[in-house]
């Protein structure tokens, strides 16, 4: 009996069915290992989150958003769909935006993070956190610390000269509950700004 | 004062710094990761099943499998028929099989490889026309008759006798395609038992009550011993209405091992979660008299389920009952059948069960009033039903004010001097629609308050509000802390709000059904305003002072509940009670669109939507409850579809293959709040999370019709769909 298709096989396979080859029947490995890596397969990684410089020692599979979320407690950043297409868990390095669940932690070794948590200058908001609250360009705030981080990011480019281009530059960020007006309205406010 | 104004969610702070705390930001020490295998064929018996290798993986802590909580489930008590895990029968690609929890969730991800299943393949029910066509195949034991989950006939007047003297008739067929709810944020659940035995369980769900009332049936724990607390929430509409597997899992994981246990699913999962749009194939008949009044409408609805039942019952109802306004209709017939088949549920989606006959019916009226010479603003205003009206099902109509609707779009659009005059390829075109301010009873029968709400005073002058509504988004915390402060005088800064813990927040039934700003409202007024009399009573120079004194007065705490009780609604016939509403909501659209006609290409210019949402509480949140409906029906026209293969496999689970509007693809919008001043609810409020996204669909429709010639009966409005009509449209020219 072939060994019984896991939950990233069900699409392969059915994939490979659809098109009349068995080929992929069968073919799942067994792991011989355990999945977590063994202490002796951890690598060193040193780097700047919201400005204080981080040493870790990890897994090598982990990626950013993980590293982020489950090695150093910064929750913001969320996991949405873990394969790059919502834009939940945007953070900026070295000060460009990237979808965190895309890049490997030791891809930013020595790099500068800034998450949402780091954005704040002390008590006060980030202007950008500011606007986003005074337009209401959130509902239910799940994608809202990636739309924040990218608008920021937006911004630095320099390419927002008009309501088309914060259109365009914040289509990477996906909100479900359809506040996109606001959103725009959030950017517009601090276009030109500086 | 403070309600009715503008005032920012009370929570903002904590979404836009990253500080607020959802589902899958909980960790707790020891805490086990788990995950789920899925069945990875359309229908089949499961005739063995070992799990027993996954616990050789190291890491690996427990498995889980069907047999050790067979017990069945749903959120409608009358079609229990779901499993966490399956135990003999799976019926859908994705239906859940075994769990494993490990230390790290790879580890479960790599042991759910190892469990031996073994199935006996079964032909598959992918339509419903074959879920109706082979009842000897069985897509869910629960159907009595065939694979039927629930068939609703109701006649209401002489239809026939309407029909045969009829000045003009619209009879069409309709198809609307299934969608999903996509929240940003995945399923996630975490649950914890305490030395004492006491489970809790951390959910994203929309239903706090309902969840532990099933955890406990399904476990078997008292449900005194079972907590809910539902955290932020990262996006709903719907698609978190339903206990899901996930709950369970963790729940009997964590009893099992004495250890905390997660489970977020993937992004792929939620899909197969689902609870989405129905897709329902409609023929509907429109009569209009030589007035141009709507004489007989007639719908015989076929509506494609998947494999459980959901809210289905209801679904197969409200498909009907929720269509009889904003007009009066002089007859109405509807037979819909829900049936079963072998895909994922589908659910509640924003809107429930009405969005996809509104759609029909609305394009039908355009046709029939397009026979007869009527505007299609003249022919909505012409029969329009009026206030304090009943419908003929039976349903009580209080405010109502779809006449300013429909005036507020037809100015703002410029409808008079631009429908039908704007040249080849750029239209306009208008839809109405009626929905439910909650549904009157709760899902299963009883006599207490469907909303409670404790309101604590403190002699420093904070208040605590104690809620079980819960807050998906919509803003219902920040509505509290504005009742608060309009009642009792305090800023509402100085509100905390202990919100949807079933331990500690009187109950409320959840936020379904657009019912939580009504029932809610009215339970959290009729506790402030009792505080208010003692605070009153007391004097005092400012607020603090004067909880002080009423509290000297009291010899006891500040306290005081309200609560929202069950109002006996609804048509004296069976199910009329399903559809029945303590108030309703009208919205008017009016879109318009332009359309390549070389390539079929078409966008969505504008969308001007007016809303009676009775009294705007806050009308920020308001508007953005209507954005929000309007970008999501605009969607469902545009793109969105669940599709499948002949196996039943879902075509590319994801955000790439499932698309969704990026702020790219959503039209501009310009809403405009109606305030009918409903005397039921509080301050006059109904609701507005839901209503005004039914007529985004057939007033695009319509405006595609008004751009060039075409109806289109079938979603999404694809640019090959758009194409094929425009050609057959030049055929049919150069023929004439």
Redesign the interface.
Known sequence: ?P?????????V??IA??IGLGLLDGC????TA???AAPSDLVDLSLEVNGQRRALRIDP?TTLLDLL??NL???????????G??G?CTVLVDGQRIDSCLALALQVEGRKVT???G??RGEE?HPM??A???E?A????????GQ?LSAVALLAEGVADSDGA???G???????????????AAVRRLRGRG | MSVGKRFPKVDGASKADGSGIYADDISLPRMLHAKILRSPHANARIRRIDPSPALQVPGVVATLIGAEMPEKYGVIPWTHDEQALATDHVRFVGDEVACVAALDERTAEEALKLIEVEYEVLPAILTPEDALAHPEIKVNERAKVGNITKQVQLEFGPVDEALASAATIARQTYFYAGSTHTPIEPHCAVARVDADGNLTVWSSTQIPHYLQRELSRVLGLPQAKVRVIQPLLGGAFGGKSDPFSLEFCVAKLALKTGRPVKILFTREEVFYAHRGRHPMKMDVTVALDREGRISAVDNKILIDGGAYASFGLVTAYYAGQLLTGPYRFGTYRFDSKRMYTNKPPCGPKRGHGSVQPRFAFEVALDEAAEKLGIDPIEVRRRNFIGEFVETVNGQKITSNGFLKCLELVEEASGWRTRHGKLGPGRGLGVAGSMYITGTAYPVYPNEMPQSGVLVKLDRSGRVAIFSGASDIGQGVNTLLCQIAAEELGCDPRDVTIVAADTDLTPVDLGAYSSRVTFMVGLAAREACLKLAEKLRVAGGANFTEACQRAEAIEGAPLAAAGGYRTQKLGGDYRGGTIGASPAYSFTAHVAEVEVDEETGIWKVSKIWAAHDCGKALNPTLVEGQIEGSVYMGAAEAQMEEMVYDQRGLLFGPSLLDYRIPTSLDTPDLESFIVESNDPGGPYGAKEAGEGPLHPAIPAIANALHDACGIRIRELPFYPQRILKLLRERRDKERAA
């Open positions: 009996m060994p019984n298709p896991g939950r990233r096989d069900v699409l396979g059915g069915s659809a799942a490995t067994v792991p355990p999945a977590a599979r979320r489950e407690g910064l929750t913001g950043a969320k996991k949405g769909c873990d394969m297409q919502c939940a998450t949402i948590e954005l704040a908001l956190q500011a986003f609250i005074e209401d959130f509902q239910c705030g799940y994608c809202t610390p924040i914060i259109r365009e914040m289509s990477g960020n996906i909100c479900r509950c359809g506040a996109y007006p606001n959103i725009c």
